[in-house]
C-alpha cells in the first residue's frame, strides 16, 4: 500500500521555469515531511522538509507548500537550472518512528 | 564530516547465491536503516536498528534477509538465498538517533540478481 502518493511522474521544463511536483499522504499521524533529492548512481539526500504548523517553507530557490486539511504538500522548484535535473521524492514519518515512507519519485528534466 | 559508507557499490550474482552488504554510518549516529530501492521507485524500509538493538523489521522478509549491527556500529545486510526480484540498490541510512528526523543516505549497492 502506497502511503505517500507523487504526481506527475515525470516533467521537462525549460531552464528558469517553475517545476511543480505534487505529494498526497493519508496517515494522519504524519507529522514530519521530506523532499530528497537524488542524482543517478547516488543516495537521496535531504533538500528541504516541512512540519506541519506551518503551510509554507522557502530554502534558497526550492519551496515547500502544506495543505494538511487536504493532506497533500508540493515542492516548487523556483528559477530551475539545468543542475536541477535529477528525481525528487516525497516522503513522510511521524515522530518518534523515523521510518519514511517514499513516494514513486518524480524526474525533473531542466533544459537549458 | 564523513557521510554513509557502503561497500560494495555493485555485485552482480546467481539466483539462489547469496550475498552480503557492509554499511559504516555517520559516526555518533545511533540510528541505521536498510533501504531497497526498486528501479523506478522510492526507497523502501527494510529494518531500522537503534545502537544495536532492531526498532523494526516488520518489511524484511525474513527467510531470505537478515541484518545485524553487532557493536552499535557497522552494520551487514545478506540475502540468502537471492531471487531475481531482489536486483535492486541497497540504500544504508543513519540518523542522530531515532526523534531526529533527518536521515543521511549513502550511495547504494547496486546489486544484480541473473
Known amino acids: 500500500q502506497q502511503q505517500v502518493k ?26 514530519y515531511f521530506p523532499w530528497y533529492q537524488q542524482f543517478p548512481g547516488k543516495g537521496p539526500a535531504l533538500l ?10 522557502k530554502e ?4 515547500i507548500s502544506f495543505n494538511k486539511s487536504a493532506k497533500q504538500f508540493s515542492l516548487h522548484i523556483m528559477d530551475s537550472q539545468p543542475g536541477d535535473s535529477a528525481t525528487y ?3 513522510a514519518t511521524d515522530y518518534g518512528n523515523n521510518r519514511l515512507a517514499f513516494g514513486k519519485g518524480n524526474q525533473v528534466v531542466v533544459i537549458p | 564530516e564523513a557521510g554513509v559508507a ?7 550474482i546467481e539466483k539462489r547465491q547469496s550475498v552480503a552488504f557492509w554499511c559504516n554510518p555517520i559516526s ?9 530501492q526498486i528501479l523506478g521507485q522510492g526507497p523502501k524500509l527494510l529494518i531500522q536498528f537503534q545502537n544495536n538493538g532492531v526498532v523494526d523489521d516488520s518489511q524484511l522478509p ?3 534477509f537478515s541484518a545485524e549491527r553487532l557493536k552499535g556500529v557497522d552494520s551487514t545486510l545478506k540475502i540468502q538465498p537471492a531471487k531475481l526480484e531482489d536486483s535492486a540498490v541497497y540504500l544504508c541510512a543513519s540518523s542522530l538517533d531515532r526523534w531526529n528526523t533527518e536521515a543521511f543516505f549513502g550511495q547504494g549497492t547496486r546489486l544484480t540478481v541473473v
Do not use: M
Not at chain 1, 15 to 29: D, L, M, Q, R, V
Not at chain 1, 60 to 63: A, I, K, Y
Not at chain 2, 28 to 36: C, S
Open chain 2, 62 to 64: 525474513k527467510d531470505r
Open chain 1, 60 to 63: 534558497g530557490r526550492f519551496t
Open chain 1, 89 to 91: 521524492f516525497c516522503a
Open chain 1, 48 to 57: 528541504i522538509a516541512i512540519r506541519p504548523d506551518v503551510s509554507e517553507k
Open chain 2, 28 to 36: 555518533g549516529h545511533a540510528t541505521l536503516y536498510w533501504y531497497q
Open chain 1, 6 to 31: 507523487q504526481s506527475p511522474q515525470s516533467l521537462i521544463v525549460q531552464k528558469g521555469g517553475i517545476p511543480i511536483i505534487n505529494c498526497a499522504y493519508e496517515n494522519t499521524a504524519f507529522d
Open chain 2, 6 to 12: 557502503q561497500s560494495p557499490r555493485y555485485k552482480i
